[in-house]
Nanobody
């Protein structure tokens, strides 16, 4: 059974940091990513990483604040989040796809990821 399980969410003050983890089981994935969804909004791409970790992709709103990384020996992807802001409050989802996308743009598209975790809540207080 393939599963993605996120952890590390919680309540943090503005300017603080959190590190999210997503442990995959059942298979390995070439591409892994993080998305978030705030109340009343659509699912937003945050970051993605390829198998070797030498290619990473970020949406502009988190560049310089968030860092995605992975440990293939543990089949786990991480999202280090620094300088958190109240507008970062959302449910954060891990996503994965078995093979590399056909184009760079596909890294940013939720529809390109066939596997999803259940999400972890991140709340940033002002």
């Amino acid at each position: 059974q393939v599963q993605l399980v996120e952890s590390g969410g919680g309540l943090v003050q503005s300017g603080g940091s959190l590190r999210l983890s997503c442990a995959a089981s059942g298979r390995t994935f070439s591409t892994m990513g993080w998305f978030r969804q705030a109340p009343g909004k659509g699912r937003e791409f945050l970051a993605a990483i390829n198998w070797s970790g030498d290619s990473t992709y970020y949406t502009d709103s988190v560049k310089g604040r968030f860092t995605i990384s992975r440990d293939n020996a543990k089949n786990t992807v991480y999202l280090q989040m620094n300088s958190l802001k109240p507008e970062d409050t959302a449910v954060y989802f891990c996503a994965a796809r078995p093979y590399s996308p056909y184009s760079r743009d596909d890294y940013f598209r939720a529809a390109e990821y066939g596997y999803w975790g259940r999400g972890t809540q991140v709340t940033v207080s002002s």
